[in-house]
């Protein structure tokens, strides 16, 4: 009997030179993606709680300033801006930087963050001039007790707060509606001997007083 022969195996047991070439070219691929993810990858990533607020290009006025412009400061978040604005409703205008001692939730170190950002303009500067205007436009409301208009300043005759009602209070610099009831309770307990006793108001910090001090008498 004849044997067969079996057809000789086609297949090649080593791998063509292509394959070889292809598998060369991904390794490649993946080596040079990881290289480029380690190197960028950081800057591809979001950071969507991440705030970086307008940067300031001026000094922000404290008596003026918006809820926005406030925001601008180093270190003052939404609840810190709130507060400013609240405590310059109730107390009035700030006579100095220094008064943000007084306002809630700023304290001496938060302070000196703020300090170089803010400006309290002095009475006579004609930054203060658009605010009275504003102030002229709108109505005032019936139930608004009428004041004397214009703040008092050096040289004036000074103001006796033992005898002097809301409305002559509010004339002093920095002196509110709240501020003038509180020290109208403050002497209904014990009359003022000195300028010098009106720190026993709270909310009246040295620099207030001294902007105070030559503005009132204590009869």
Not at 46 to 67: E, Y
Not at 134 to 150: H, M, N
């Amino acid at each position: 009997m004849t044997a067969v022969n079996a057809p000789p195996d086609s297949r090649d047991p080593s791998p063509s030179p292509r394959r070889a070439q292809v598998a060369l070219a991904a390794v490649g691929v993946v080596m040079v993606g990881l290289l480029v993810y380690r190197g960028y990858g950081h800057r591809l990533v979001a950071h969507p709680t991440d705030h970086h607020p307008a940067p300031i290009v001026r000094h922000v006025d404290l008596n003026s300033a918006d809820r926005a412009e406030l925001l601008q400061i180093p270190s003052v978040g939404p609840a810190l801006a709130d507060s400013i604005l609240s405590h310059r409703r109730e107390h009035g205008q700030f006579a100095a930087v220094d008064d943000l001692n007084a306002v809630h939730g700023i304290g001496d170190r938060t302070l000196d963050k703020i300090r170089p950002w803010v400006a309290v303009p002095a009475p006579d500067e004609p930054a203060a001039e658009p605010t009275v205007e504003r102030l002229e436009r709108k109505p005032v409301a019936p139930s608004t007790p009428p004041t004397r208009s214009g703040k008092l300043r050096a040289g004036d005759p000074p103001l006796d707060v033992n005898s002097a009602t809301a409305s002559d209070l509010q004339r002093l610099p920095g002196i509110g509606p709240v501020m003038a009831r509180k020290i109208i309770e403050s002497r209904n307990s014990e009359r003022f001997k000195s300028p010098d006793d009106l720190r026993r108001v709270k909310g009246i910090g040295p620099k207030t007083l001294g902007t105070l001090r030559p503005l009132v008498v204590c009869r």
